[in-house]
């Protein structure tokens, strides 16, 4: 297990990179915007889930095998691109669907489950997470402290609880917004558009970034 000086040196320099907005925060704000708290909470959650993989991936020594196939790479970096994209379309084609009306059912226990899903699928596309996870993982393992995968592991999943909480914040705040656009239903058609022109410019600068990290 990591010693406790690691863990907190970890935890701060994570919290630091985590609270600066980035592409997570963007997207979890748009599913808050378009669908409500309940999606963006679970998108939220589905994200860290993904970025879980990553960190897996790092641990178990595969991380830089990826990093060093460009071509590899690259198809992970478009993959997750392209599904942003796709969420963004699905976003703009079906924005009037984001006002309730009588004649439409409540939310369905469904549409929480799909946010999950697509924020796993974001989050375990992310290039740019990998290459972090690559670079700082490592520097913050120590051979005296036991096993090194065990290591990566538990700093894995402390930098996804912080970004889990960082998340929520923005969740809540983005579903407490909403209501103030479910007033005029065509406030909440151009919000719709608007995140949907969001999850598109996500992937647009997720397929086009080089392979810095984030």
Known sequence: MPSTMALLSFSAAAFL??????????FVVGRGFAYGRRVALFSAGGNALGEMVLVAVV???LGTV???FTALLTAVKLAGAAYLVFLGVQTIRHRRELVPSERQPPPSAGQGWRGLWDGFVVGATNPKSLIFF????????SPAAGSLMLQML??????NLIAVACDTCYALLAGTMRR????VPRRMEVTGAISGWLMIGLGA???LTGRRPA
């Open 205 to 207: 600068h997720l397929a």
């Open 17 to 26: 990179l985590i609270v600066v907005p980035g592409p997570s925060v963007l």
């Open 59 to 61: 641990a178990v020594g």
């Open 134 to 141: 690559i670079a700082a993982l490592p520097q913050f393992a």
């Open 66 to 68: 990826v990093a060093q």
């Open 154 to 159: 538990v700093f894995g999943v402390v930098f």
């Open 180 to 183: 103030w656009f479910l007033l």
